[in-house]
C-alpha cells in the first residue's frame, strides 16, 4: 500500500538548537516529495520539495530536507530552532504516476524558549 | 499575486442536509485539488481536476459527495446529504500542472450536527 509515515506526532526541541522531523514513505515508481507546515487557523503553507537532482533541498525560512532513496526517507532540518517555528508539520509524497498524493498525519513541533 | 480562496470559511449543518463549498484557484492554475482534513489527521485527497476534467476521484465517497469544475477556473465540492463523520476541514489547493507545487487555501471547516 502507498502511504507516508511521520513516526512522531510531537517534537520539542529548545530555541537554537537543531531540529529534525521524520518522515518515511511507500509509494511506486519515482516520488515526488514535499513538506508543508501549518499554523493555527492558516492554511497549508509550502516549504520545499524533491523532485530529482540533488539529494539535500533547501526550501524556505532555513528549513531543508534530505531525500535518502536506501532508507526511503525524507527528513525534514534545520540547523537552529526558533520559537517562531512552533507549528504542525506535514509530509507529503505524490506517486509515480501523478494521479494519488499523499500526506502523513502531521508532526506538532515545539521550539521552547 | 492573489492566493487560493475558499468560502464560506465556515459551516454548521444538520445530518442528511446539504452543503456545498466554492474554490478559486489561482489564477492560471491548470490543476485543482480538493482535500478533506478529518482533526488529528493529515489532508486526504478526495478529487483532482486538470482543466474541467476529473484526473482522479478514487477517494471521493460518490454515493453522497460530487464536484464540478465546468469552465475550468473555480469548484464547487458538495456533500448531500451530510453525515455526522463528515465533520472536517475542507481544503482547496491549486498548481500550474500535475507536477508543481500546490497551493492551499484557508479550508472551509465544516460541523454536522
Known amino acids: 500500500a502507498q502511504s507516508v509515515a511521520q513516526p512522531e506526532d510531537q517534537v520539542n526541541v529548545a530555541e537554537g538548537n537543531p531540529l529534525t522531523v521524520k518522515c518515511t514513505y511507500s509509494v511506486s515508481g519515482n516520488p515526488y516529495l514535499f513538506w508543508y507546515v501549518q499554523y493555527p487557523n492558516r492554511g497549508l503553507q509550502f516549504l520545499l520539495k524533491y523532485i530529482t537532482g540533488d539529494n539535500l533541498v533547501k526550501g524556505s525560512y532555513g528549513f531543508e530536507a534530505e531525500f535518502n532513496k536506501s532508507q526511503t526517507s525524507f527528513h525534514l532540518k534545520k540547523p537552529s530552532a526558533l520559537v517562531s517555528d512552533s507549528a504542525l508539520y506535514f509530509c507529503?509524497?505524490?506517486?509515480?504516476?501523478?494521479?494519488?498524493?499523499?500526506f502523513g498525519t502531521g508532526t506538532s513541533l515545539t521550539v521552547i524558549p | 499575486e492573489a492566493g487560493v480562496a475558499q468560502s464560506p470559511r465556515y459551516k454548521i449543518i444538520e445530518k442528511r442536509q446539504s452543503v456545498a463549498f466554492w474554490c478559486n484557484p489561482i489564477s492560471g492554475h491548470a490543476t485543482l485539488y480538493w482535500y478533506q482534513q478529518i482533526l488529528g489527521q493529515g489532508p486526504k485527497l478526495l478529487i483532482q481536476?486538470?482543466?474541467?476534467?476529473?484526473?482522479?476521484d478514487s477517494q471521493l465517497p460518490k454515493d453522497r459527495f460530487s464536484a464540478e469544475r465546468l469552465k475550468g477556473v473555480d469548484s464547487t465540492l458538495k456533500i448531500q446529504p451530510a453525515k455526522l463523520e463528515d465533520s472536517a476541514v475542507y481544503l482547496c489547493?491549486?498548481?500550474?500542472?500535475?507536477?508543481?507545487?500546490?497551493?492551499f487555501g484557508p479550508g472551509t471547516r465544516l460541523l454536522v450536527l
Open positions: 489547493a491549486s498548481s500550474l500542472s500535475r507536477v508543481e507545487t500546490q497551493y
Open positions: 481536476f486538470q482543466n474541467n476534467g476529473v484526473v482522479d
Open positions: 507529503a509524497v505524490r506517486d509515480g504516476t501523478g494521479n494519488q498524493f499523499y
